[in-house]
């Protein structure tokens, strides 16, 4: 009984200390978008602590111009179920937080990052510089692109030793669909996800044949 209520003392104390720390001692990149899970957890703010443990993959971009493109990363690692961040890294603008953001996001639980940029795209391959996670790099049309084939190139042509999953132009979708393949190795029940996802697009081709034959 005794125990019980010094570790009730305990949770209490330690509860009103942690609701004071600065945000930054639980979550230092200060994501666009507010990740939706443990919402609920949110007045507890030592639990920020699982949530930290809970997040796979870090969705970042060179400027909020890239958001229309990236967004669909992001709802596709939701539609999955996979927990994730997104937020603005420049490895031209910020250096610092670019650096920072690669070799502290493997101690802050992510295991995969997308990284999107346009123009001289040097972000992806900046970040697979710092980090031993798999980058998995999109591609933007952005306003300064010659025909987004910088931004491609440069994303793409990788030194051997450091390399980056590119994928098309614009394909944020297909980089979400990608880092929750890679989690899946290891999660059976993302695996049965995107099992079904795959069972899911045939059925929509085979609709569209149906159609077509009528
Ligand atoms: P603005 O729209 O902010 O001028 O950015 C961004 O990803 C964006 O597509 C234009 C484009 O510049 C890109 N950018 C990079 C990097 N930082 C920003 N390629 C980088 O570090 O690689």
Not at 152 to 168: H, K, N
Not at 187 to 213: C, F, P, R
């Amino acid at each position: 009984m005794v125990a019980l209520r010094a570790f009730g003392v305990w949770c209490l104390v330690f509860g009103v200390w942690s609701y004071h720390q600065p945000f930054e001692l639980f979550e230092p990149f200060e994501p666009l978008k507010p990740i939706e899970t443990f919402k609920l957890l949110q007045p507890l703010q030592p639990l920020k602590l699982i949530k930290k443990m809970a997040l796979q993959v870090g969705i970042i971009m060179g400027s909020d111009s890239d958001l229309p493109v990236m967004q669909g990363a992001a709802d596709m690692l939701k539609q999955f179920g996979v927990e994730y961040e997104l937020t603005i890294v420049s490895a031209h603008r910020t250096p610092k937080r670019m650096s920072d953001y690669a070799t502290q996001a493997a101690d802050r639980g992510i295991r995969v990052i997308i990284a999107g940029a346009g123009g001289a795209a040097h972000l992806p391959g900046m970040v697979a510089s710092y980090t031993h996670l798999p980058v998995i790099g999109v591609p933007v049309k952005s306003s300064n692109s010659i025909d987004g084939w910088d931004s491609v190139l440069s994303i793409l042509q990788m030194p051997t030793g450091v390399p980056v999953a590119t994928v098309a132009l614009n394909g944020a979708k297909n980089a979400g669909i990608l880092a929750a393949q890679i989690l899946a190795t290891s999660d059976s029940a993302l695996a049965d996800k995107l099992k079904q996802y795959k069972k899911d697009l045939e059925e929509q081709v085979q609709g569209m044949i149906s159609k077509l034959n009528k």
